[in-house]
């Protein structure tokens, strides 16, 4: 187990220090941010001052080093725009984030699974079929004008739900979230929705999927034989070994649902990190761009592995492999 | 050990009719209703096994005997269906019993084995838990007593170190000491009937015949009738009382092995024992059945025997009816090997 730990973890530092150069050269083509910067009318003493000022004569080459020096410590430089440390500025809009996400991970999980284990127990019911039908829904319309029909729907026509902002929060072991308080729940309803609809379609598909294939198991059968309850026979026996492809999945598909929330930040003016991004990506704030998209490869790197750890942790086959290593 | 003394009391109670069969199957037909047509995966077939007895199913693959033992069970899924017959368990019929009564009986007082020790035992539950919850299905037993139970009946089994294997998963166990798992799990909670479904066609030899020899021993101590379907005659002969030689969905054989073995009447079992290789026949050539298994759609009327049968007629073109022309041996053909068997 440890060998493996030790050759993830450098494999994982690797892949970081890659996209960092990629993130950083990038962004870098992209634009000038000076130019959105300065006040249009300023001579060119203030400009050479502010470029200066900004570290932005230096050749590239050093730049990408200094700014690697700089993550070494935690620092990823200081918004053009804010004035704060990028880091920070992430940091604050990153609650408001991971609670969409988890919202969104929630709703997958309990609405994905057992509508994905009955369209596989019972495929030819009209049912299974409808729910099929929807999940290609799911699948094939943009995120982001199933998030306008929902504001149509939901908050302008039916008045029922809020269709901006973050509500009410309150702090409850530490961790402040809108999760809980009804003001705040009533607000992630909506966007929160709108994120999962992607991977709800994708849970109901992996479960439907591995549900039709373990039915006809012998171990299935076997269950049968022994005379357990059908509810043993699916909460257990079923569902333990669909489960396996099931968390792989969720478990890698988190960190696209916190990626992906920059949309659904964006239409439902859900103050997290995704709207922090295309903020600073639409001015040009090169820092906070960097500090982003880093945060997202470390954050996919975490998870990966995580997902390892617990893979190994639902099948026992993966386990005594490890432990033979 | 009160709750076990009681069913068994229950048992000696109900077998007060005195050699009143475990099992009588009376015109059985399960079908299967797919788009090109009823496959007749058993059809019309008859037999009975008394307490105790071991009853040997033989027949080729796709004759229907696997399919009889899931009909018995109420384990036959759509398109699949028991379209008539009846299937009496101590005098209670199966076919017409409710979903629940079944579940109640299946695992308890009726048990299988499985072809395939890989594929039977779940591979992500401990054996514990999977003996544990077959017990827990059918009484009420704290887990501590439920597993010493599981571990008695592993030891019974012949498995060395119990404790071990009662806390491994089934990937940590060879085939053969999975396959005894599955036994001991039949035997959990001491059934009237088990259904043997080829439980050694997987396993070596050596392994094979161990474990032929623990299911008898345990048969004829427990009282347990028990089912053993195969394809091998060669495995039936030393273990079974009485054999059933199935083809195409029939029966078309019964009496005792011995008998069978020695002087099959049927044509079918005549080429079926002529083909498997023995000691007074070495340097020959094994004889072989011409053809191949019927397709079970469409059968032609008559015996499905005939178009590979040396002794067919005319009189073949009508279903022979089962006739039992010599005491203790039924018997489906117009033709059959009386003048061998009156030597």
Redesign the interface.
Known sequence: MSEFMIRRFFQSAIVILAMSAIVFFGVNVVGDPVDMLINPEADQADIEATIRALGLDRPIGEQYLFFLKGIWVGDFGKSFIFGQPALQLILQRMPATMELAFAALFLSIVIGIPLGLFAGLRPESRASKGIMAGSIMGFSLPTFWVGLMMIIIFAVELGWLPSTGRGDTATFLGITSSLFTLDGLSHICLPAFNLALLKISLVIRLTRAGTREAVHQDYIKFARAKGLSDRRIIGVHLLKNILIPVVTVIGLEFGSLIAFSVVTETIFAWPGMGKLLIESILVLDRPVIVAYLMIIVALFVFINLAVDIVYSLLDPRVRLRDQGA | MTAVDDTMEMVEGQRSGEDAPTLVVENLKTHFFTRVGAVKAVDDVSFTVRAGEILGLAGESGSGKSITGFSI?G?IDPPGRVVSGAIRFKGEDLVTASPERL??????RI??I?Q?PM????????VDTQMI??IQ??RKMDRKAARQRAYDALEMVGIPSPGERLNA?P??LSGGMRQRV?IA?AFLNEPDLIIADEPTTALDVTIQAQILHEAQALCKRTGTAMIWITHDLAVVAGLADRIAVMYAGRIVETGETDDVIDKPLHPYSVGLLGSVPSANKRGERLNQIPGMTPSLIGLPPGCAFKARCPRASELCNTTPDVSELIPGRKIRCHHPHLEEAAQ
Do not use: C, K, W
């Open positions: 069970l384990l579940r109640g009986l299946r695992g308890n048990a299988m499985f395939d594929m039977t035992l779940n591979p992500v539950l401990r919850e077959a299905a059918h998963y990937h940590q599955a799990i």
